[in-house]
Nanobody, 129 residues
Framework: EVQLVESGGGLVQAGGSLRLSCALSSGFTFADTAIGWFRQVPGKGREGVSCITSSGDITYYADSVKGRFTASSDYAKRTVYLQMNSLKPEDTAVYYC?????????????????????WGQGTQVTVSS
């Protein structure tokens, strides 16, 4: 069974940092998958924030987070991270990680919610001004 568990959210002041983790269950092949980070605020759909291949060699970022957020992958631990620096109040959201088991044309699908087959439960990030 494919399961993803996010952790690391919390309350932080503007300008601060948080590191989110997305731990993936065993029992499926982690190789050649892609892990996406999305966020959602009440009343809106999920917004693609970042994506990283399981090997860590390819990453994507939304323009709104480029230069502030960094995705990384620890293949041995089956865990993906999202380091978030210089946080802004507009980064406040529930953050979700999802997995594309068979990524295809990631350049155009990484930020499409329906491209991901499984999701974690989400973790709240709140940035105070």
């Amino acid at each position: 069974e494919v399961q993803l568990v996010e952790s690391g959210g919390g309350l932080v002041q503007a300008g601060g940092s948080l590191r989110l983790s997305c731990a993936l269950s065993s029992g499926f092949t982690f190789a050649d998958t892609a892990i996406g980070w999305f966020r959602q605020v009440p009343g809106k759909g999920r917004e693609g924030v970042s994506c990283i291949t399981s090997s860590g060699d390819i990453t994507y970022y939304a323009d709104s987070v480029k230069g502030r957020f960094t995705a990384s992958s620890d293949y041995a631990k089956r865990t993906v991270y999202l380091q978030m620096n210089s946080l802004k109040p507009e980064d406040t959201a529930v953050y979700y990680c999802g997995i594309e088991l068979f990524p295809y044309e990631l350049d155009s699908t990484w930020n499409v919610e329906d491209s991901y087959e499984f999701w974690g439960q989400g973790t709240q990030v709140t940035v105070s001004s």
